[in-house]
């Protein structure tokens, strides 16, 4: 159950991020948005775009957008057994067909995974597991995609897909499933539905080599842990499906052609939209979600008269309305204003988070170039200690150079904004270790000197 | 402690379902204060485990709650519109009165489910920031390496990654501006409804403010100004409306 997997200085095994909860999504076109966010050069490490990163650990050439996340890879390559570095909980991206159209965009970075493999229980359930993580594991941290193609474009066109997992497999378990999910303390029994639902399908198309199996039972041990969500299963075997407006938008559609949301039954529902990858589940929970969104404004307006003992004493005050009416505003002001600054933070999170990467990159090799270079020059005990400017421990150089790295990118945190500053004068300062006496990078400390001890902002 | 006071704060003014869903901080922070300075030695390393199980379930519990949340707010936004669209399009068929009672509604609902909105946006970054937090104490405690990594995960995330929710909220701005500019009524006539919906909207006020509050104060204060730094926020209205939360705006 865990979401995550995480380097770790100890040897502790790499926990690959959970394969239970995927989210498979149906992308909305946001073009105009997230390319702007992510627009640098740099932001090829952003989220939203991944530099193709040839993937370690199980040597099969990425999918879709290499954009597998890179930390992925960078996980991968430290274990030992080449650990499946998915991050399962994007890689189904069920770009619903996206498969047929092996993009290199970040964006395509779903393969067109359906299904979400849950961490299986038992050992029976690992086959399908693995399988359906096969192909899964290309889906990148991509959530949001910005390019929507995959929603309209090639729901059915996916012919692989749609033979491999043919949706009427599922359709068929319906009663079976229908009643398992009435039953909110099922979840495993939806485990095994759906895995039924998957071995049914033939062959569940695995257009790339088999995982590593012994990666994948070894992961699947690890995530027996309570979930503390909400949910009652505490495997957390929900599929999730991250909605968008578009998918909503065919669902409407879907249920108006069927009468209503009264009126409509998940199975049709689920059947008129033709969406791979979208499951009974989702829908069935998803009307629920509309059904109570539609009932309650509707019942609530069914009594315009209503009035409550302060509203009647409103009603006669003529200047209410008026106060109401800027109360209002002041709100919406507001809210406005709280929008704004988060998402100014946000992309100042980010842009920290990129810059932090790249000083960490720029250090190491500049520890690797002092590295050699001390091998040469042996008056170069002084350089390497001025490479600890920034580092609070003063031991051996490589692993204060390191630490620079974690520490600088933490400063760089710090200080939100004046990140390039920041990153100008560190490689100022690099650049002059070699070269300049003491004063000059003496001088150069005291920015970063204070930016030590002023760090503890408070964020 | 000072983020975890603030977080503590927010959650006290969240909307109430909300209050178990953020960020379990405190418990991290006992977690990171278990690992020893030095190097691991085996109890480090169970730490060390149930550290990252920790922070690999809240981020979990992150990402439900905010995929919910999204998927019922694609869902209530376009049913606002809709209900807009009728309400304006069937106005002369109704009595004013009722009319203006009815918009009044439609603009109370409005704005409180931009609130809505935005307070998960909220929601994303205070979680992200004490994720951050947390996992520079961790390394700073134990000299690890754990935080870099982790943190790109981070930002991968469902629950941090909010376009969708930007998007909605734009639009749900849009509209609100239509929804203001339609032909005023007499305002006399308006009877603003004050329905049980009346806790849910005060919350969401209370909890904007906080919010809004937290991020001027952590964003103040800062002594190592740049040229980039932002400028300290400036929230004229946040006096203000810091002042109309003392009494209730609307007598319930």
Known sequence: ?459 | MKFGKRLKKQIEDTIPEWRDKFLAYKDLKKLVKLMSITPSSSTDLKVEEEFIHLLNSEIDKFNGFFMEQEEEFIIRLRELKERIQSVISTAHEQSEAVYAAEMWRLRKDIVNFHGEMVLLENYSSINYTGLAKILKKYDKRTGGLLRLPFIEKVLKQPFFTTDLISKLVKECEDTIEQVFEVPQENAKLGRPEVVAEEGAEQSIFRNTVAALVTMREMRKGSSTYGRFSLPPMSLPDIDLAQHLQLPSPIPS
Not at chain 1, 69 to 96: A, E, K, W, Y
Not at chain 1, 219 to 248: D, G, I
Not at chain 1, 290 to 319: C, F, G, I, N
Request: net charge negative; proline share 6%; glycine share 6%.
């Open chain 1, 1 to 459: 159950m865990t979401g995550f997997s995480g380097v770790i200085s100890s040897s502790l095994p790499v926990l690959p991020t959970s394969v239970e909860e995927n989210y498979p999504t149906v992308f909305v076109s946001q073009s105009g948005q997230q390319e702007m966010e992510a627009s640098d050069n740099q932001s090829k490490t952003a989220p939203y775009h991944t530099p193709p990163v040839s993937h370690i650990g199980n040597g099969r050439p990425l999918l879709s957008s290499a954009q597998g996340s890179q930390t992925d890879f960078q996980f991968s390559s430290i274990s030992p057994n080449g650990r499946h570095p998915i991050d399962p909980l994007f890689t189904s991206q069920s770009s619903f067909g996206d498969r047929c159209l092996p993009s290199k965009h970040s964006s395509y970075a779903m393969t067109a995974q359906p299904l979400i493999t849950h961490f299986p229980k038992e050992p029976t359930e690992i086959s399908w597991h693995e399988d359906a993580l096969t192909p899964m594991f290309d889906g990148s941290e991509n959530f949001t995609s910005t390019h929507s193609q995959l929603l309209n474009g090639c729901l059915v066109t996916s012919d692989d897909f749609s033979k491999s997992f043919d949706l009427s497999d599922l359709n068929d378990l319906d009663e079976a499933s229908l009643d398992f999910l009435n039953d909110s303390n099922s979840n495993e029994h939806q485990l095994q539905v759906v895995q039924q639902a998957g071995r049914a399908s033939s062959s569940f198309s695995v257009p790339q080599p088999q995982i590593n199996k012994s990666a994948l039972s070894h992961s699947a041990e690890m995530c027996h842990a309570p979930s503390p969500s909400s949910s009652t299963n505490t495997t957390a075997v929900k599929s999730r499906m991250r909605w968008t407006q578009e998918l909503h938008g065919c669902f409407v559609e879907a249920v108006n052609q069927l009468g209503g949301s009264e009126r409509a039954t998940p199975k049709e529902v689920l059947k008129l939209m033709k969406k791979d990858g979208l499951t009974i589940y989702h829908v069935k929970s998803h009307l629920q979600k509309y059904r109570t969104a539609r009932y309650r404004p509707e019942s609530s307006e069914a009594v315009p008269e209503k009035t409550s003992t302060a509203s009647e004493k409103l009603s006669l005050d003529p200047q209410t309305g008026i106060e109401i009416t800027e109360t209002l505003r002041i709100q919406m002001a507001l809210q406005k204003q709280l929008h704004e600054q988060l998402e100014i933070q946000r992309n100042l999170q980010l842009r920290i988070e990129e810059q932090g990467r790249y000083l960490q990159i720029m250090f190491e090799k500049q520890q690797k170039m002092g590295l050699e270079m001390m091998k040469t020059k042996s008056p170069l005990d002084d350089s390497s200690t001025q490479t600890v400017h920034n580092s609070d421990n003063s031991s051996d150089g490589a692993r204060s150079a390191s630490k620079n790295g974690s520490v600088a990118a933490d400063q760089a945190e710090k200080e939100n904004a004046s990140i390039v500053a920041i990153t100008e004068e560190e490689f100022s300062q690099i650049g002059n270790k070699h070269k300049l006496p003491e004063p000059a990078v003496g001088g150069s400390h005291s920015p970063t000197h204070k930016r030590a001890k002023g760090g503890e902002i408070q964020q």
